[in-house]
């Protein structure tokens, strides 16, 4: 006996059906992939937040814990006239460079160094230099505050105080370091200085 052989195919409404359920599925996947990935993004923001305090203040830390004298010998914590929210300090670096400890929205932390003149003469041995991580390094974020202040009046110690934001995230570090060369009544703060 010979079997039947259905040669019909798939007919539209079962084609249509199979559509709908795809569409179903597809619209269910994306409903649940929409969030995840939002939060992804948030934590990636805040991850690069959290970078970028740590490696600001790893520099603020190594430029000022074997910071010598500026210029008459001491250290001096001002007031940005310019930014509120900021202030700057004024130091010789490990090696003796003087330089300006700042920084700003646009460039984040800046170094500003001053230039070494030969001696006895209007020559520059090396050229003021200005140094700072760069537009690429922040991405979409911004310093939004760098303070510094003296940690107490019989002390060597400096707190400072840095916030960077981004789009998503706000991150605020206070920390303490000790000016290993320096001692106490070597570190004025601008009230001190008499303005």
């Known amino acids: 006996m010979k079997k039947k052989q ?5 007919t539209m409404v079962e084609v249509i059906v199979a ?11 994306t409903a649940l992939i929409s969030p995840y990935t ?19 203040s790893e520099t603020i830390v190594n430029e000022l814990t074997y910071a010598t004298g500026y210029d008459t010998g001491g250290l001096y914590i001002l007031e940005d006239p310019d930014l509120e929210g900021f ?36 020559d520059y041995l090396y050229e003021p230099t200005t140094w700072y991580y760069g537009k690429g390094f922040y991405k979409k974020n911004e310093v939004k ?11 060597n110690k400096i707190k400072y105080t840095l916030t960077v934001e981004s789009p998503y995230y706000s991150r605020t570090v206070t920390g303490y370091l000790e000016c290993l060369d320096l001692t106490a ?11």
């Not at 259905?6 to 798939?10: D, K, L, P, S, Y």
């Not at 559509?19 to 996947?29: G, P, Q």
Request: glycine share 6%; proline share 2%; no cysteine.
């Open 19 to 29: 559509f709908a359920l795809s569409a179903i599925f597809m619209a269910a996947a």
């Open 87 to 122: 202030s700057q300090i004024k130091y010789s670096d490990k090696n003796g460079n003087p330089a300006t400890l700042r920084a700003d929205q646009e460039k984040g932390l800046i170094i500003d160094y001053e230039g070494i003149k030969y001696p006895n003469s209007e």
């Open 38 to 56: 939002k939060i992804y993004l948030r934590l990636n923001a805040m991850n690069r937040v959290e970078d970028e305090v740590r490696i600001v």
């Open 185 to 195: 009544d070597k570190i004025t703060a601008q009230a001190e200085a008499g303005g």
């Open 145 to 155: 505050e760098l303070k510094f202040e003296k940690w107490a009046d019989n002390d």
């Open 6 to 10: 259905n040669n019909r195919g798939v």
